[in-house]
Protein backbone atom coordinates (compact mmCIF):
# COMPACT_ATOMS: atom_id res chain seq x y z
CA UNK A 1 0.00 0.00 0.00
CA UNK A 2 1.15 3.68 -0.70
CA UNK A 3 3.04 5.41 2.29
CA UNK A 4 1.39 8.20 1.38
CA UNK A 5 -1.82 9.60 0.96
CA UNK A 6 -2.94 12.91 -0.92
CA UNK A 7 -5.98 14.59 0.20
CA UNK A 8 -7.92 15.93 -2.41
CA UNK A 9 -7.59 13.29 -5.36
CA UNK A 10 -8.84 16.56 -7.45
CA UNK A 11 -8.51 19.87 -6.63
CA UNK A 12 -9.86 22.79 -9.29
CA UNK A 13 -9.63 26.79 -8.71
CA UNK A 14 -9.58 30.23 -10.27
CA UNK A 15 -5.88 31.80 -11.03
CA UNK A 16 -5.06 33.90 -8.42
CA UNK A 17 -6.82 31.68 -5.36
CA UNK A 18 -4.50 29.39 -2.89
CA UNK A 19 -4.41 25.88 -3.34
CA UNK A 20 -4.15 23.43 -0.40
CA UNK A 21 -2.61 19.91 -0.55
CA UNK A 22 -2.55 17.51 2.38
CA UNK A 23 -0.32 14.33 3.00
CA UNK A 24 -1.40 11.75 5.64
CA UNK A 25 1.57 9.06 6.18
CA UNK A 26 1.58 5.65 7.58
CA UNK A 27 5.13 5.44 9.43
CA UNK A 28 7.91 7.78 10.94
CA UNK A 29 9.87 9.54 8.98
CA UNK A 30 12.94 11.56 8.88
CA UNK A 31 11.94 13.73 6.00
CA UNK A 32 8.69 14.44 3.43
CA UNK A 33 9.20 15.78 0.51
CA UNK A 34 7.10 17.49 -2.36
CA UNK A 35 7.17 16.87 -5.59
CA UNK A 36 5.12 18.14 -9.05
CA UNK A 37 4.35 16.52 -12.19
CA UNK A 38 3.23 18.23 -15.37
CA UNK A 39 1.07 15.76 -17.74
CA UNK A 40 3.39 12.64 -18.75
CA UNK A 41 6.60 14.19 -17.47
CA UNK A 42 9.14 13.48 -15.12
CA UNK A 43 8.58 14.84 -11.41
CA UNK A 44 10.27 17.98 -10.36
CA UNK A 45 10.95 18.00 -7.04
CA UNK A 46 9.92 21.27 -4.48
CA UNK A 47 10.42 21.25 -1.42
CA UNK A 48 12.10 18.88 1.48
CA UNK A 49 11.07 19.61 5.12
CA UNK A 50 12.66 17.25 7.36
CA UNK A 51 11.21 16.37 10.33
CA UNK A 52 12.24 18.60 12.61
CA UNK A 53 10.84 21.31 10.86
CA UNK A 54 7.55 22.67 11.18
CA UNK A 55 7.31 25.26 8.59
CA UNK A 56 9.08 25.73 5.27
CA UNK A 57 9.17 28.19 2.41
CA UNK A 58 10.13 28.44 -0.88
CA UNK A 59 8.70 31.23 -3.01
CA UNK A 60 5.21 31.15 -3.62
CA UNK A 61 4.79 27.12 -1.57
CA UNK A 62 4.44 27.23 2.12
CA UNK A 63 4.54 23.48 3.53
CA UNK A 64 4.17 22.35 6.95
CA UNK A 65 4.76 19.14 8.92
CA UNK A 66 2.94 17.55 11.87
CA UNK A 67 4.92 14.41 12.68
CA UNK A 68 2.56 13.95 15.58
CA UNK A 69 -0.66 13.94 13.10
CA UNK A 70 1.55 11.95 10.35
CA UNK A 71 0.24 14.53 7.70
CA UNK A 72 1.69 17.43 5.64
CA UNK A 73 0.19 20.35 3.81
CA UNK A 74 1.24 22.06 0.53
CA UNK A 75 -0.14 25.74 0.29
CA UNK A 76 -0.10 27.48 -3.28
CA UNK A 77 -0.57 30.79 -3.29
CA UNK A 78 -1.70 33.15 -6.04
CA UNK A 79 -1.74 29.98 -8.12
CA UNK A 80 -1.17 30.53 -12.02
CA UNK A 81 -2.68 28.43 -14.95
CA UNK A 82 1.44 27.39 -14.71
CA UNK A 83 0.60 25.65 -11.39
CA UNK A 84 -1.63 23.06 -13.22
CA UNK A 85 -0.05 19.68 -13.08
CA UNK A 86 -0.44 16.55 -10.24
CA UNK A 87 1.40 17.05 -6.99
CA UNK A 88 2.70 14.42 -4.77
CA UNK A 89 4.18 13.93 -1.35
CA UNK A 90 6.97 11.39 -0.73
CA UNK A 91 8.80 10.11 2.50
CA UNK A 92 11.74 8.36 3.47
CA UNK A 93 9.90 5.62 5.12
CA UNK A 94 11.48 4.34 7.75
CA UNK A 95 10.53 0.94 7.56
CA UNK A 96 14.05 -0.55 7.52
CA UNK A 97 15.57 0.37 4.55
CA UNK A 98 15.14 4.27 3.61
CA UNK A 99 13.51 4.68 -0.41
CA UNK A 100 10.91 7.75 -1.61
CA UNK A 101 7.68 6.14 -1.56
CA UNK A 102 5.22 8.12 -3.00
CA UNK A 103 1.90 9.23 -2.10
CA UNK A 104 -1.13 8.96 -4.85
CA UNK A 105 -1.33 12.76 -6.05
CA UNK A 106 -3.42 15.55 -6.07
CA UNK A 107 -4.74 16.94 -9.05
CA UNK A 108 -4.60 20.25 -9.63
CA UNK A 109 -6.46 22.17 -12.44
CA UNK A 110 -5.94 25.98 -12.28
CA UNK A 111 -8.57 28.00 -14.47
CA UNK A 112 -7.29 30.97 -16.77
CA UNK B 1 17.00 19.21 -17.45
CA UNK B 2 17.58 17.00 -14.31
CA UNK B 3 20.44 15.32 -15.17
CA UNK B 4 19.11 11.89 -15.24
CA UNK B 5 18.91 9.91 -18.93
CA UNK B 6 16.78 7.21 -19.22
CA UNK B 7 16.40 5.56 -22.35
CA UNK B 8 14.73 4.84 -24.57
CA UNK B 9 11.73 7.82 -24.38
CA UNK B 10 8.69 4.89 -25.65
CA UNK B 11 8.47 1.41 -26.63
CA UNK B 12 6.23 -0.70 -27.97
CA UNK B 13 6.57 -3.71 -27.76
CA UNK B 14 4.32 -7.54 -28.31
CA UNK B 15 3.06 -9.26 -25.15
CA UNK B 16 5.34 -12.04 -24.22
CA UNK B 17 8.36 -10.25 -24.94
CA UNK B 18 11.10 -8.83 -23.02
CA UNK B 19 12.23 -4.87 -22.55
CA UNK B 20 15.35 -3.59 -20.99
CA UNK B 21 15.11 -0.09 -20.31
CA UNK B 22 18.05 1.92 -19.25
CA UNK B 23 19.19 5.14 -16.64
CA UNK B 24 22.36 6.84 -16.15
CA UNK B 25 21.71 8.84 -12.80
CA UNK B 26 23.32 12.50 -12.24
CA UNK B 27 26.87 12.56 -11.93
CA UNK B 28 27.70 11.74 -8.00
CA UNK B 29 24.23 10.12 -7.34
CA UNK B 30 24.54 6.82 -5.67
CA UNK B 31 21.10 6.13 -5.25
CA UNK B 32 18.67 4.82 -8.15
CA UNK B 33 15.15 3.92 -7.95
CA UNK B 34 12.72 2.64 -10.70
CA UNK B 35 8.98 3.60 -10.17
CA UNK B 36 6.47 2.62 -12.17
CA UNK B 37 3.06 5.13 -13.15
CA UNK B 38 0.01 3.42 -14.77
CA UNK B 39 -2.26 5.79 -16.41
CA UNK B 40 -3.53 8.41 -13.59
CA UNK B 41 -1.89 6.51 -10.98
CA UNK B 42 0.22 7.32 -8.35
CA UNK B 43 3.97 6.02 -8.54
CA UNK B 44 4.76 2.66 -7.69
CA UNK B 45 7.71 2.15 -6.16
CA UNK B 46 9.89 -0.84 -7.91
CA UNK B 47 13.57 -1.01 -6.40
CA UNK B 48 16.31 1.31 -4.99
CA UNK B 49 20.03 0.19 -5.48
CA UNK B 50 22.49 2.00 -3.34
CA UNK B 51 26.18 2.22 -4.98
CA UNK B 52 25.24 -1.02 -6.78
CA UNK B 53 23.61 -3.12 -3.92
CA UNK B 54 20.15 -3.48 -3.61
CA UNK B 55 18.80 -1.49 -1.16
CA UNK B 56 14.79 -1.96 -1.37
CA UNK B 57 12.33 -3.51 -2.85
CA UNK B 58 8.69 -2.17 -3.49
CA UNK B 59 5.88 -4.04 -5.86
CA UNK B 60 8.07 -5.55 -8.21
CA UNK B 61 6.79 -8.59 -10.16
CA UNK B 62 8.55 -11.41 -10.20
CA UNK B 63 9.14 -10.89 -13.96
CA UNK B 64 10.84 -7.95 -13.45
CA UNK B 65 14.75 -7.51 -12.65
CA UNK B 66 17.01 -4.58 -12.43
CA UNK B 67 20.64 -4.07 -11.67
CA UNK B 68 22.75 -1.51 -11.34
CA UNK B 69 26.36 -1.37 -12.66
CA UNK B 70 30.03 -0.36 -11.26
CA UNK B 71 29.45 2.75 -13.18
CA UNK B 72 26.22 3.53 -11.66
CA UNK B 73 24.13 3.14 -14.45
CA UNK B 74 21.05 0.97 -13.82
CA UNK B 75 18.93 -0.87 -15.97
CA UNK B 76 15.29 -2.49 -15.65
CA UNK B 77 14.46 -5.64 -17.49
CA UNK B 78 11.03 -6.89 -17.76
CA UNK B 79 9.98 -9.82 -19.56
CA UNK B 80 7.04 -11.90 -20.37
CA UNK B 81 5.48 -8.46 -20.87
CA UNK B 82 1.36 -8.75 -20.54
CA UNK B 83 -0.98 -5.72 -21.84
CA UNK B 84 -0.75 -4.49 -18.00
CA UNK B 85 2.87 -4.03 -18.07
CA UNK B 86 1.89 -0.86 -20.10
CA UNK B 87 3.14 2.33 -18.27
CA UNK B 88 5.50 5.28 -17.71
CA UNK B 89 8.62 3.78 -16.12
CA UNK B 90 10.86 6.59 -14.37
CA UNK B 91 14.21 6.15 -12.85
CA UNK B 92 15.47 8.60 -10.53
CA UNK B 93 18.57 8.94 -8.50
CA UNK B 94 19.69 10.54 -5.30
CA UNK B 95 23.23 11.29 -3.41
CA UNK B 96 22.16 9.25 -0.71
CA UNK B 97 19.55 6.61 -0.07
CA UNK B 98 16.34 9.02 0.85
CA UNK B 99 17.53 11.43 2.74
CA UNK B 100 18.00 13.70 0.13
CA UNK B 101 16.55 15.17 -2.99
CA UNK B 102 15.57 12.86 -5.32
CA UNK B 103 16.11 13.76 -9.43
CA UNK B 104 13.60 11.85 -11.89
CA UNK B 105 14.51 11.13 -15.59
CA UNK B 106 11.73 11.94 -18.24
CA UNK B 107 10.53 7.73 -18.09
CA UNK B 108 10.07 5.51 -20.44
CA UNK B 109 6.63 5.22 -22.01
CA UNK B 110 6.03 1.51 -22.36
CA UNK B 111 3.40 0.35 -24.35
CA UNK B 112 2.46 -3.59 -24.91
CA UNK B 113 0.40 -4.73 -27.75
Known amino acids: SQQGEEDPQALSIQEGENATMNCSYK?????LQWYRQNSGRGLVHLIL?????REKHSGRLRVTLDTSKKSSSLLITASRAADTASYFC????????????FGTGTKLQVIP | DSGVTQTPKHLITATGQRVTLRCSPR?????VYWYQQSLDQGLQFLIQ???????AKGNILERFSAQQFPDLHSELNLSSLELGDSALYFC????????????FGQGTRLTVV
Open chain 2, 92 to 103: ASSVGEGDTEAF
Open chain 1, 27 to 31: TSINN
Open chain 2, 27 to 31: SGDLS
Open chain 1, 49 to 53: IRSNE
Open chain 2, 49 to 55: YYNGEER
Open chain 1, 90 to 101: ATDWSGGYQKVT
